[in-house]
């Protein structure tokens, strides 16, 4: 996963397919585990799911998981560049009324940034 800290308080997670997603959900937890201990804020976070192609189960259990950590410290999420075939599995399972969803990086950067 590609993790760049766009500012002191975001950071943009570009993930891949599995198994390289489950990868790279523990690098992003991570982050989350240093704020939930207070060695940094609690950042907001970008999912960038463009070059994700399917999700699975428990890809979807390591998003929830995110999302309800991030809440509890006061971080927020955004979800971005869905492709079609992920976008059926997440309107399948409803997620889309749990997240919020961008049509691209800038859109979901600047949603943080208006919204802060």
């Not at 996963?1 to 959900?25: G, H, Q």
């Not at 192609?53 to 998003?63: G, K």
């Not at 309107?91 to 940034?113: M, N, P, R, Y």
Request: one cysteine or more; charged letters at 25%; hydrophobic letters at 45%.
């Amino acid at each position: 996963m590609s993790l760049n800290e766009w500012s002191e308080d975001i950071v943009i997670a570009e993930t891949r397919d599995e198994p390289v997603f489950s990868e790279d959900m523990g690098g992003l937890m991570s982050i989350v585990d240093d704020a939930e201990q207070g060695s940094r804020e609690m950042p907001d976070v970008v999912v960038n799911l463009a070059e994700v192609d399917y999700l699975n189960s428990s890809n979807i259990a390591q998003l929830l998981r995110l999302r309800k950590r991030l809440a509890a410290g006061g971080g927020r999420l955004r979800i971005c560049s869905v492709g079609d075939q992920v976008w059926g599995v997440i309107l399948v399972t409803g997620l889309d009324k749990l997240f919020e969803f961008h049509d691209d990086l800038a859109l979901a950067i600047a949603s943080l940034q208006l919204e802060a």
